[in-house]
């Protein structure tokens, strides 16, 4: 498996960007299609974001589609999430996420994969 540590949430303003990082351990990064997901209080985790291995096909959740972009290095093995217009709904605790292999479009049950979250709250 390989580990993960997410940085860069933080508190910002409804209308304000914040960029999201996600760090991972091993050689392995490029094999495994990588994900942001999120988690506010007293709802279940969604998805947000996804990318695929070399970071051809990217794939959004309705609701960040147009605001949110997901990109990846591998060769610094790192998957970042850049926020733009950010909502008081998007206020949540965002988990990266990495999978072998992924459905379209991709679950939460395709990831083994997890870091321990960093928290985003937007604030109106």
């Known amino acids: 498996q390989v580990q993960l540590v997410e940085s860069g949430g933080g508190l910002v303003q409804a209308g304000g960007s914040l960029r999201l990082s996600c760090a991972a351990s091993?050689?392995?990064?490029?094999?495994?299609?990588m994900g942001w997901f999120r988690q506010a209080p007293g709802k279940e985790r969604e998805f947000v974001a996804a990318?695929?291995?070399?970071?051809?096909?990217?794939y959004y959740a309705d609701s960040v589609r147009g605001r949110f972009t997901i990109s990846r290095d591998n060769v610094k093995n790192t998957v970042t999430l850049r926020m733009n217009s950010l909502k008081p709904e998007d206020t949540a605790v965002y988990y990266c996420?990495?999978?072998?292999?992924?459905?379209?479009?991709?679950?939460?049950?395709?990831?083994?994969?997890w870091g321990q979250g960093t928290q985003v709250t937007v604030s109106s």
């Open positions: 990318i695929s291995w070399q970071g051809y096909t990217t």
């Open positions: 996420a990495a999978a072998r292999s992924y459905s379209d479009p991709p679950r939460d049950a395709d990831f083994g994969s």
């Open positions: 091993g050689r392995t990064f490029s094999s495994y299609v």
